[in-house]
């Protein structure tokens, strides 16, 4: 028969049990945390949400025209540092052909006396045309810095895929800006 044992070892090996489950659950949260970064790269590009063409960088596009097909892209700027720029598109509207490249520019002018960075970042409704919209000149591939007072055209190069689905004969192209954390970092 083994001796019954004190309370004080009770106690000592119900918090060793305590202690090893906790690391556990930290070492878990570790390996997920650091784990979901490219899971969600992995599950945004086959699920065709976000833009994960944006965030690649420049494309080569390739025209291939939709014969008598038209589809009206709208273009919106907004900037989220409110104040501190002038922002628009250079056109709100434009007629394409599926297939065809276009070009326009958004304008943008650093209304503060001191340098900037921003960062555009691109949105496009509806969500499900992402995977037929080629961009393969965008200011939105990387921060964009202004000098005080600065203003400039930046041009945007797409292509609308043309096996969009036939339903869809809208899209709206929307790009924000916001202040890079270096211009932050700066204030």
Known sequence: M???QSPLAADRHSNRKLV??????VAASAVLGWGLIPLYRVFSKYAGIGNAEARAGPQ???AQVAAKRL???QFVGYADSVGTFEYRPQV???QVQPGRIYQTAFYAHNLTDGPEQVRAVPSLQPEEAWQYLRESNCFC???QSFAAGEARWM???FLVDRSLPADIDRLSMSYTFYDAPESTARR
Not at 20 to 25: E, N
């Open 155 to 157: 041009p945007v190069r």
């Open 20 to 25: 090893g489950t906790l690391l556990a659950i």
């Open 71 to 73: 589809v009206t892209v």
């Open 2 to 4: 083994r001796p019954a």
């Open 92 to 94: 709100t509207e434009m």
């Open 60 to 62: 080569t596009l390739r």
């Open 141 to 143: 591939f990387q921060p």
